[in-house]
T-cell receptor
Framework: GQSLEQPSEVTAVEGAIVQINCTYQTSGFYGLSWYQQHDGGAPTFLSYNGLDGLEETGRFSSFLSRSDSYGYLLLQELQMKDSASYFCAVRFRGSSNTGKLIFGQGTTLQVKP | DTGVSQDPRHKITKRGQNVTFRCDPISEHNRLYWYRQTLGQGPEFLTYFQNEAQLEKSRLLSDRFSAERPKGSFSTLEIQRTEQGDSAMYLC?????????????FGPGTRLTVL
């Protein structure tokens, strides 16, 4: 089976940097994605790592190491609006090649003033 | 608004009733997914359509669940004889067949409460 593990909660102050880790046990996937979900909202795409290494998109960066079965999302210059749940997800490469996403349980980030 | 839309946004029903949800994906997207999300959990994959063909169904999808995408555009998800355990947010997502970052675009979801 496939499973992804993330910390359940992280707290940080405005302006700080926070790293959300994701470890996974799965095989045959295309890459690791990160989604943000505010309370009552839809998941929205943040970043994707198809290859090992660091991807940077504005204040957000994401990293993948397939050899370590590990990735992380790095949020810099935290803002209050960054308070949300963050999910790592692998895009699964199954026999049907559907590209379905397998999600972690999510990390709730609380940003304090 | 050209995003993914879902209808209804909320549905309250009594145990044993049938319910149907609709999803309108982004118009040029031929891949459509249904996920289910319960409180404090990540979305769980239910089923996938490539155009009108349903190519994968999760084991989570019991015989009471059926999904269609008759013309390769909108999709419906029906739950028959609802149970309290069906209470969840039902999310629809779409994506193009090709895409460098593999982004899936999610709709706002339908929150189902089974009394």
């Amino acid at each position: 089976g496939q499973s992804l593990e993330q910390p359940s909660e992280v707290t940080a102050v405005e302006g700080a940097i926070v790293q959300i880790n994701c470890t996974y046990q799965t095989s045959g996937f295309y890459g690791l994605s990160w989604y943000q979900q505010h309370d009552g909202g839809a998941p929205t795409f943040l970043s994707y790592n198809g290859l090992d290494g660091l991807e940077e998109t504005g204040r957000f960066s994401s990293f993948l190491s397939r050899s370590d079965s590990y990735g992380y999302l790095l949020l810099q210059e935290l803002q209050m609006k960054d308070s949300a749940s963050y999910f790592c997800a692998v895009r699964f490469r199954g026999s049907s090649n559907t590209g379905k996403l397998i999600f972690g349980q999510g990390t709730t980030l609380q940003v304090k003033p | 608004d050209t995003g993914v839309s879902q209808d209804p946004r909320h549905k309250i029903t009594k145990r044993g009733q049938n319910v149907t949800f609709r999803c309108d994906p982004i118009s040029e997207h031929n891949r459509l997914y249904w996920y289910r999300q319960t409180l404090g959990q990540g979305p769980e994959f239910l089923t996938y359509f490539q155009n009108e063909a349903q190519l994968e169904k999760s084991r989570l999808l019991s015989d009471r669940f059926s999904a269609e995408r008759p013309k390769g555009s909108f999709s419906t998800l029906e739950i028959q004889r609802t149970e309290q355990g069906d209470s969840a947010m039902y999310l629809c997502a779409s994506s193009p067949t090709s895409g460098g970052n593999n982004e899936q675009f999610f709709g706002p979801g339908t929150r189902l409460t089974v009394l």
